[in-house]
């Protein structure tokens, strides 16, 4: 089993800072990548920002400039920094992995439950 638990959420004005962590645990024998997605109301999920194994990063044109994605790999740890946020940022941000849990098996997408985000003032 992969657990994904994402923290850092919360309430913000207009133009200040978030930063996002999420954890996977449990029988994860190789990362492809991690991501984070977002969800609003009465939209369909998108993608926010990714980083694979290797490094190399893909924002979405929405946060370029504001979002910055990074990982710890030896924590399997992915932290999202969201600075100058706007209301359209207001969304559940869903963690995703893509990884083997072992060998032989192929690679997976894996989710967390999510954390708000609420951009207002």
């Known amino acids: 089993q992969v657990q994904l638990v994402e923290s850092g959420g919360g309430l913000v004005q207009p133009g200040g800072s978030l930063r996002l962590s999420c954890v996977a645990s449990g029988s994860i024998f190789n990362i492809k990548s991690m991501g984070w997605y977002r969800q609003a109301p009465q939209n369909q999920r998108e993608l926010v920002a990714t980083i694979t194994s290797g490094g190399s990063t893909n924002y979405a044109d929405s946060v370029k400039g504001r979002f910055t994605i990074n990982r710890d790999n030896a924590k399997n740890t992915v932290y999202l920094q969201m600075n100058s946020l706007k209301p359209e940022d207001t969304a559940v941000y869903y963690c995703?992995?893509?990884?083997?849990?072992?060998?032989?098996?192929?690679?997976?997408?894996?989710w967390g439950k999510g954390t708000l985000v609420t951009v207002s003032s």
């Open positions: 995703n992995l893509e990884a083997q849990s072992n060998l032989f098996l192929p690679v997976m997408n894996y």
